[in-house]
């Protein structure tokens, strides 16, 4: 218990000795790595931004059926609680002629005219689809189609749609790209700065392990001293990141109010709790790697 | 106890260091490991203490059979046999007593008592006045003393020296022979690797005799040529 005290001591105090020793490398490093988690927490804003402007373009994708006057009412009451029961459908609503009618007028008051010229309504009722998600859209659309016997015709924003899966498509493949890449550029940038701690004190290394120090007693100061410039570092992006979000964002939103940016305090939280666990995690795996190859003594 | 049965130690650039060396070195021993330059001496040092593996044969140090060990168990046979460098590998930034402290630390055996061993070393090595001092302040003598101080706090039982007299004048040789002697009358098993015939002759211990990677003597009395 006791030499363990004294173990921990040796680590800690050997992790704070070397940062001190190396510090303008080691601020460096901080520096660096505060930057690259500043932009990977940008992108994964932005991912979000995108993510949630293609959910609220989803939101408004309608899809309307057109219904055959000669369609069983009782088919189509069947077919709008199956419906109902989808994923992906978030509301569907019946527009019987009447009502077609009623919006007709309302929407076109000096055209009433040509209603009257009619004897009866030409307008068809309709099911109204409402979608929370938009690549649900094309299956159901090509589902109701086929139905002859209850729709005229269906009405398909399909173009629109497309394009927002292509764009939500292409959003989620270069934001995990750049994710990826991003944290790799941070993992060196550790690596290089711990490497070269580690070179420092090769020698020390070297005795510690023919003394009969294990691998976890040589890595451990190193460790900690990775680990130390990701926190610091993620802990750097994280104040930004706040400063940012409680300055920048509400101007942003003003300007440009039509983008859905995340502003919501949970949503600022978890992503500066993750830009210090990724630093975390990046500073002490890249350390991790970095004194292993002098471990083989 | 040592024992080396049928070792064969080629390295990758395909040296051959050892020809099937067969030896045993019981508990308590005094042994000279004697031979010229590239016999093989330092190679069997190595493979004792797992700086390196053998190509086929086997090493036993007391139960363990070395070349069976797995990497994280090798720590636990460095800390029973003191291995002691001719180029001392003291650490530069660290004074005499912190580097005999050091071994403890790094081997996660520090703890309040730590204090009192570490000063009994240096008073047995005979460097209680040069506690503070740092390796580049000291003689040659003394860094072997504060080397030797470093495998005797750990209270191994199994010390080995390789060429401890190479880098020092005759008196300091002598006395970190006679510390040598102190620590074997004292139950630790010591081997000696070295190319001083004087010494060895004066001696008069066991020899064993490595040429060209095969033991070609073995002596319990022997001098430097049989």
Same mark, same amino acid.
């Given at each position: 218990m006791l030499a363990s005290f004294h173990t921990t001591r040796y680590l800690v105090g050997s992790a704070l000795t070397g940062l001190w020793r190396n510090r303008t490398m080691t601020g460096g490093a901080v520096v660096t790595t505060a930057i690259m988690l500043i932009t990977l927490a940008g992108f994964l804003a932005i991912n979000d931004t995108l993510n949630q402007m293609v959910?609220?373009?989803?939101?408004?994708?309608?899809?309307?059926?057109?219904?055959?006057?000669?369609?069983?009412?009782?088919?189509?009451?069947?077919?709008?609680?199956?419906?109902?029961?989808?994923?992906?459908?978030?509301?569907?609503?019946?527009?019987?002629?009447?009502?077609?009618?009623?919006?007709f007028e309302s929407r076109f008051v000096d055209q009433r005219d040509i209603l009257d010229v009619l004897q009866n309504n030409p307008l068809p009722a309709s099911v109204e689809l409402h979608l929370n998600d938009p690549a649900v859209v094309p299956g159901l659309a090509q589902e109701l189609q086929a139905m002859t016997s209850l729709f005229d015709d269906v009405v398909v924003p399909l173009d629109?749609?497309?394009?927002?899966?292509?764009?939500?498509?292409?959003?989620?493949?270069?934001?995990?790209?750049?994710?990826?890449?991003?944290?790799?550029v941070t993992l060196f940038v550790i690596v290089n700065t711990i490497r070269i701690a580690v070179f420092a004190r090769r020698q020390e290394i070297e005795i510690m392990k023919l003394v009969g120090a294990t691998d976890w007693f040589v890595r451990g100061p190193f460790v900690a001293e990775g680990a130390v410039i990701g926190t610091s570092g993620g802990g750097i992006a994280a104040i930004v990141l706040v400063a940012i979000y409680a300055q920048v964002t509400p101007a942003v939103t003003r300007i440009v109010s039509f983008l859905p940016v995340s502003t919501d305090a949970e949503f600022v939280r978890n992503l500066a709790v993750f830009t210090l666990l990724v630093g975390l995690v990046v500073g002490s795996l890249g350390s991790y790697f970095s004194v292993r190859r002098y471990l083989s003594v | 106890m040592i024992v080396l049965s049928d070792v064969h130690k080629v390295y990758p650039n395909g040296t051959r260091a050892l020809d099937g060396v067969n030896l045993t070195i019981p508990e308590r021993d005094f042994t000279f490991l004697v031979g010229p330059s590239g016999a093989g001496k330092t190679t069997i040092i190595r493979l004792i203490n797992r700086d390196e593996t053998v190509t086929t044969g086997s090493v036993l140090v007391e139960t363990t059979d070395v070349t069976r060990l797995r990497r994280?168990?090798?720590?636990? &046979?460095?800390?029973?046999?003191? @291995?002691?460098?001719?180029?001392?590998? &003291?650490?530069?930034?660290?004074? @005499?007593?912190?580097?005999?402290?050091f071994v403890l630390k790094a081997t996660g055996e520090f703890d309040h008592t730590s204090g009192d061993r570490v000063r009994q070393t240096l008073e047995t090595v005979g460097l209680s006045r040069r506690a503070d001092h740092y390796p580049h302040q000291l003689s040659g003598g003394e860094q072997q003393r504060t080397a030797i101080g470093r495998a005797l706090v750990r209270r191994c039982p199994i010390l080995i020296a390789d060429e401890p007299t190479g880098n020092l004048d005759q008196d300091s040789g002598w006395e970190t022979i006679q510390l040598l002697v102190k620590l074997n009358a004292h139950g630790t098993t010591v081997v000696i690797a070295t190319h001083n015939r004087t010494l060895v002759d004066t001696m008069r211990r066991r020899v064993i005799e490595i040429a060209q990677g095969r033991v070609v003597r073995d002596e319990s009395e022997g001098g430097y040529v049989g």
């Open positions: 959910t609220e373009l989803g939101r408004k994708s309608n899809l309307i059926a057109y219904i055959r006057d000669d369609a069983r009412p009782t088919h189509v009451t069947a077919l709008i609680k199956d419906l109902r029961s989808r994923p992906g459908v978030r509301e569907v609503r019946f527009v019987s002629k009447d009502d077609a009618l009623a919006i629109i749609v497309e394009e927002i899966i292509g764009i939500s498509n292409l959003a989620r493949v270069a934001g995990t790209a750049i994710i990826i890449s991003l944290t790799g | 994280r168990e090798v720590p636990h &046979l460095r800390r029973r046999v003191g @291995v002691i460098y001719q180029d001392y590998k &003291l650490l530069p930034s660290l004074t @005499v007593w912190q580097n005999v402290a």
